[in-house]
């Protein structure tokens, strides 16, 4: 074999063992990288800079307008689809332009040798440029074309800590660079040329300049007309800002990166700006320290549209660092949704079941309401519209707390407890600890069948679904949130019920958490406002505080038309009575005293607790005498009787039963000749006032004041002024209490067994 042939071998093994030993230093796994994280158009929310400090958004080249790749190649290597990495004749011109003058004139850099310096920096240098050439060569032989100009689009200087096409688009122009106009083409271009002299928000006429020489150079490759037009264009580029949309949710996803250049998220861009400027909005009317978050969530994806972690990132002293979506909060009364829609699973309530929202004592635990006061007889939709607390726990008693905490869990909602603790009836008034994002994910569950759902922040995250509650159960307890449930509406079954929000508020104790989350056909929107540090803030409600916020939120982001929506099949509507709860029958007419519409889960309509203070069946029968209609016994009357089917209220709800109501409720008063018999309620009196007496006061600014006295009682009594509950003590001890207001006063005094007095008076 001649020697010439064994010499080129030679030379092909040493240049391919070189290339084996020194690879090209092309962009890698491990290699240092900015990190970009966009909403689900495209648009920055956040870009984390690589170790250099450089800013840079990863894109593809079919990301990437076609005007610029266009110009690219035609201004800065027209044979770059054709050469192998080198252009001899640029080489050769550039060459003796360089001999000629002494200096260079015109570069003779293909795309590829451009490549080859950006990912290794060379000198200005005869051995710089051999070194670049062959690194030029290296990169055609391991890559494709379009990989080599995507690594140029991704990593070419645009001036300052800026790297790549779409970085600079976004920094300078305000847009993707997708939608590059040809001026726009242009001047990214020209600009890695000299990015420091030609940056176009500090250097504009430049720029321009630079711009135009492309734009000629297009001349023949692009219309004239587009040509004109764009030459006529001034060069106007905004001041270059880092990208600072969802901060909070960006730092979470970065720690979950493992290497990525770029996470697609899916928020939607305007939304997450709408909801960061809803709430700036409010900072001035809150005290220092108090932070806010939301979160909105597309009840068909699941995917989350906007999320705000706190109130104004930039403001420290508000705590800005601390994520209150996922901290662990107490949830106040956002539970009771669910707790009722579990208890009509169950069979336990229909949606009009009489409850007592009265002072009652569940094994020593005794709740009261946040104004302290008291409605007595309450339906299940008037209890959750209302959030009152004693129904809440006395339902929650009946479906035992550790089923309805295990409940929850399998739905998706996990509640925290402090170590050693247990859940227990407490448990419904905030008594554990949950996050915003998940009582927002339990919340789909009402626009979505039931089923509860994890919200996702990207759009390759996992679908996460657990049933919560049934679709009835789930129906019925929307329509009582949206509009309070069928009472007063006189909805016929199976009509349709015009779409709008339902929302639950919530407060935690002390004051240091006010809640709002709402659900519509297509969102779920949760708020929350506190101080991350646990600090109570008085008068800090979710009504006042929390709510507002949350229709502002849906005004901004829910602009659907009105729709309608059919119960399903498990789902009726029929007449219930009370006291007895179940379904209204026209032949025991006389036992009902109170009629309702009711929504009943699978036809069940289930009775009415059975009575926690007083034994014995809640029908029975007495005796009135014929003639006068008061009551009598065989035993203190001999005239004519007739017998008379009743039915009982519980006894904790008698003091709260209006006069005709009670005219239903109570038998009548007894025969003069049978007074010795014992009533019911017998036993217990109110001293120092009598029943229609008239308080007048003396001046204006004088406030009269009453002492009451209660006998027969030696224990616990409650004491109650228009219905709110005013002292809690022992029957030893007597009310002394400041009329300061005029009218009508209603004093009612209650021990634990129901028995109960009450006197009317007035203060004039």
Request: hydrophobic letters at 40%; charged letters at 25%.
């Amino acid at each position: 074999m001649p020697r010439w042939v064994w010499l080129v071998l030679a030379v092909l093994a040493l240049l391919l063992a070189l290339d084996r030993a020194f690879p090209p230093r092309v962009p890698g796994r491990d290699a240092p990288h900015a990190l970009l994280i966009v909403a689900r158009d495209g648009t920055p929310l956040r870009a984390f800079p690589d170790r250099d400090h450089v800013w840079r958004h990863p894109v593809t080249l079919a990301e990437v307008s076609p005007r610029y790749l266009e110009a690219l190649e035609a201004y800065e290597d027209g044979w770059f689809r054709w050469h192998p990495g080198v252009n001899p004749l640029a080489l050769a011109r550039a060459a003796w332009q360089w001999a000629r003058h002494g200096h260079i004139v015109s570069g003779g850099s293909t795309l590829t040798m451009q490549v080859a310096r950006i990912l290794e920096p060379m000198p200005k240098t005869i051995p710089g440029k051999l070194k670049q050439i062959l690194r030029a060569l290296q990169l055609e032989a391991h890559y494709s074309k379009d990989d080599i100009l995507g690594i140029y689009v991704n990593y070419a200087p645009m001036g300052g800590v800026l790297e790549g096409v779409e970085a600079a688009s976004r920094a300078y122009l305000g847009k993707p660079a997708r939608l590059l106009s040809h001026a726009d083409a242009a001047l990214l271009t020209v600009l890695p040329q000299a990015p420091s002299r030609l940056r176009p928000d500090r250097q504009p006429e430049r720029a321009r300049q630079a711009r135009d020489k492309v734009l000629q150079r297009m001349a023949g490759m692009w219309p004239d007309a587009d040509i004109r037009d764009a030459l006529q264009e001034p060069v106007v580029a905004q001041t270059v800002r880092d990208p600072l949309l969802a901060p909070l949710l960006a730092e979470r996803l970065r720690k979950e990166a493992a290497g990525r250049q770029r996470i697609d998220t899916s928020l939607d861009a305007q939304a997450q700006q709408t909801v960061e400027l809803l709430l700036t909005h409010r900072l001035g009317a809150l005290p220092p320290r108090v932070s806010m978050a939301a979160l909105v969530v597309d009840n068909e994806t699941l995917e989350v549209r906007a999320y705000a972690g706190s109130a104004d990132f930039a403001d420290s002293d508000r705590f800005a660092h601390v994520d209150m979506v996922r901290a662990s909060r107490s949830p106040g009364s956002t539970l009771k949704p669910f707790l009722y829609g579990l208890a009509l699973d169950e069979g336990l309530i229909h949606s009009e079941s009489l409850l007592g929202d009265v002072p009652q004592s569940f094994g020593g635990y005794q709740p009261g309401n946040f104004q302290q006061s008291f409605h007595g007889p309450v339906s299940v939709s008037e209890a959750l519209v209302k959030s009152l607390n004693v129904p809440a726990v006395e339902v929650l008693e009946r479906l035992d707390p550790k089923r309805f905490v295990a409940a929850l869990r399998r739905g998706g909602l996990k509640l925290d407890f402090s170590k050693g603790e247990s859940p227990n009836l407490s448990v419904i008034l905030g008594g554990a600890g949950t996050s915003l994002e998940q009582l927002v994910g339990a919340y789909t569950a009402f626009a979505r069948q039931g089923i509860a759902g994890k919200p996702r922040y990207t759009p390759d995250a996992p679908r996460v679904e657990q049933r919560m509650l049934s679709e009835g159960a789930a129906f019925i307890i929307r329509d009582i949130l949206e509009s309070g449930g069928p009472v007063g509406r006189a909805v016929e079954a199976g009509s349709g019920i015009r779409r709008g929000v339902a929302w639950k508020t919530g407060t935690s104790f002390g004051f240091r958490d006010a809640w709002a989350i709402g659900v519509s056909d297509r969102l779920t929107v949760g708020v929350w406002v506190g101080r991350p540090d646990g600090t109570p803030n008085p008068g800090f409600f979710g009504a006042n505080i929390a709510a507002p916020l949350l229709v502002d939120i849906f005004s901004a982001l829910d602009q659907q038309p009105a729709v309608t929506r059919t119960p399903p099949s498990s789902v009726s509507q029929q007449k219930v009575c009370w006291p007895l709860g179940g379904r209204y029958d026209p032949d025991e007419d006389g036992l009902c005293h109170r009629q309702a519409l009711a929504w009943l889960l699978n036809d069940t309509a289930p009775p009415t607790f059975p009575d926690r203070l007083r034994g014995g069946e809640v029908r029975y029968s007495y005796q009135v005498d014929a003639a006068s209609g008061l009551r009598v016994t065989p035993a203190c009357s001999e005239r004519p009787r007739r017998q008379v089917e009743a039915v009982r209220w519980p006894a904790a709800l008698e003091p709260w039963l209006g006069a005709e109501l009670r005219r239903k409720a109570l038998p009548p008063a007894w025969n003069p000749q049978c007074r010795q018999q014992a009533e019911p309620e017998a036993g217990l009196r109110i001293s120092g006032i009598t029943d229609g007496e008239v308080i007048k006061r003396v001046r204006a600014d004088q406030e009269p004041v009453v002492r009451l006295e209660v006998r027969g009682q030696r224990g616990q009594v409650y004491w109650l002024l228009n219905g709110k509950l005013v002292a809690h003590r022992p029957a030893s001890l007597p009310l002394i209490q400041r009329l300061s207001e005029t009218g009508r006063m209603d004093v009612t005094v209650m021990d634990e067994h129901g028995r109960f007095d009450k006197v009317s008076f007035s203060v004039r």
